[in-house]
């Protein structure tokens, strides 16, 4: 389930995170600012203290290109699970390897960031870890080495919840957002939709498609919506779905992106791969979180090349 269980990414994205300059990180919350920059043979760090719109202290890493010069920014949000910055260090090198800077932070209540963890059933967390991201955003744009028009989000999973209501409530400081796996729906929606199929338990459940489809019809949306947050972000935003995911509605969700589209006039693409699961696990099986990975550069870069000034 999409909320209750956290997601890795796909395998081939996650190296050990030393490989970035990580390490052991103390529990003590980052100071705010910027710290010293370290430089490792692929790429630079630069530690990272900002305050949230509720005086939390998020702690973070800035990952910089190996080279100084003046680069678009992601801040990123992933999954359900109390992840720290970590674990995604092969997806940090992904992104500084094209050119975007990265800033990666510990989640709410986690490792090195202050503040509650996962009280996901609260109908103000969704805002609240939005507001974090948000936070992040505006604190990445001042490095000098950051351009401050180019400033977008990315968020995995859960994360495709919080990074619209970053975008819907950011004014212009959010340029872009990209989303892998990322419910439309309803919190009470993708909570019906993982144990109709299964994934809640990791065990399919054996119904059809079609008793799915009439179940989720019958109870219809509740809980938290994204939508009104939706129909007010007016940035451009790309969607990346596994065909073979069962812990998100993908095509649910894609039908909202598309009335969103031809509706409100908004600047929304989505792209669905065929054999990939939700952790975009090339033919994975249900909960597959490691294995040969779908090609999500094949979506992504032509959408990056298209929207955001890579350098």
């Known amino acids: 389930m999409g909320v209750e269980r956290g997601r890795r990414l796909p395998g081939s994205l996650l190296v050990l995170a030393a490989s970035l300059g990580c390490g052991h990180m103390p529990t003590a919350p980052a100071p705010l600012g910027f710290g010293p920059v370290a430089s490792f ?17 998020m702690s973070g890493t800035l990952f910089l290109p190996r080279d100084p010069g003046r680069y678009a920014a992601l801040v990123t949000h992933f999954g359900s699970n109390r992840w720290t910055r970590e674990p995604f ?5 992904f992104w500084t390897d094209r050119g975007i800077a990265v800033l990666s932070y510990d989640k709410r209540g986690v490792g090195r960031s202050q503040g509650n963890c996962c009280p996901w059933q609260d109908p103000g967390y969704f805002p609240l870890l939005g507001s974090d991201v948000l ?9 000098p080495e950051v351009d401050p028009p180019q400033v977008g989000a990315f968020g995995f999973s859960q994360g495709g919840w919080v990074v619209p209501v970053t975008a819907a409530t950011g004014g212009d400081d959010v340029a872009f957002l990209i989303i892998g796996s990322g419910p439309t729906v309803t919190l009470g ?13 990791c065990t399919p459940s054996g119904l059809s498609p079609e008793e799915i489809e009439r179940q989720m019809d019958a109870a219809g949306p509740s809980r938290f919506d994204p939508r009104p947050y939706l129909e007010a972000v007016r940035i451009p935003v790309l969607w990346v779905y596994g065909a073979l995911d069962t812990s998100i ?4 969700s894609v039908r909202i992106i598309d009335e969103l589209r031809t509706t409100g006039g908004h600047g929304f693409t989505s792209a669905v791969m065929p054999r990939a699961n939700h952790s975009w696990i090339l033919d994975g099986a249900m909960c597959q979180e490691t294995g040969p990975p ?18």
């Open 89 to 93: 260090a092969g997806l940090v090198q």
């Open 189 to 201: 929606e993708e909570l019906l939709y993982s144990r109709l199929t299964g994934d809640a338990q």
């Open 135 to 143: 936070a992040g955003v505006r604190i990445a744009a001042q490095y």
């Open 41 to 57: 043979p692929d790429h630079r760090t630069v530690e990272v203290g900002f305050a949230s719109a509720d005086g939390a202290v």
């Open 249 to 252: 509605p993908v095509t649910r």
């Open 294 to 311: 779908a090609n999500a550069g094949l979506i992504v870069e032509p959408w990056l090349a298209a929207h955001v000034s890579v350098r």
